[in-house]
């Protein structure tokens, strides 16, 4: 069974540093895609970015370049996003989802990590 | 606001059948494939079809995908009380994927 774990629930304060973990069970890890995906508070869905496993290669959005940095441990099957410093603006739901190489569609998805910045 | 516009909300009673649109570009839509995610109170989305008009296995027939052009639409079909959710397209824009900004599903 093809699952995606993420990490639990985290309350931090302004200008704290988090990494969240996603980890892939069931299936070929470096042989998809890992995206991450933002919503916040009664929002839609926001694509962050995404990483190749088999060779840590990522794409951002612009929107998110620079603010966060995604990353991934093929060893045990796992990524990461990662904040150097947090904003109360951060707080939110993030998912990851994986997509089949060569194609453009997120097939499963994490159950998803609610960050929550506050001071 | 979103690269690809969806209405914010649509209603319909059960057993009836709704539409949902999508509207996007020639850079989007009008260039890839679209997928629909539906996402239930409190819950991760899921994905309900791929590859503009495909239903992953366990997604009944009463879900539809179709697009033209630079649009895209999803249909479901003899409404039940737990279709009731938020409904999102995607698809790729100059290797970014982008996501339409949601359509709230009531089922009165």
Known sequence: EVQLVQSGAEVKKPGESLRISCKGSGYSFTSYWINWVRQMPGKGLEWMGRIDPSDSYTNYSPSFQGHVTISSDKSISTAYLQWSSLKASDTAMYYCARHPRYTNYFDYWGQGTLVTVSS | QSVLTQPPSVSAAPGQKVTISCSG?????????????????????????????????????????????????????????????????GTWDSSLKVFGGGTKLTVL
């Not at chain 2, 008009?53 to 737990?82: E, H, M, V, Y």
């Open chain 2, 25 to 89: 570009s020639s850079s989007n839509i009008g260039n890839n494939y679209v997928s629909w995610y539906q996402q239930l109170p409190g819950t991760a989305p899921k994905l309900l079809i791929y590859e503009n008009n495909k239903r992953p296995s366990g997604i009944p027939d009463r879900f539809s995908g179709s697009k033209s052009g630079t649009s895209a639409t999803l249909g479901i079909t003899g409404l039940q009380t737990g279709d009731e959710a938020d409904y999102y397209c």
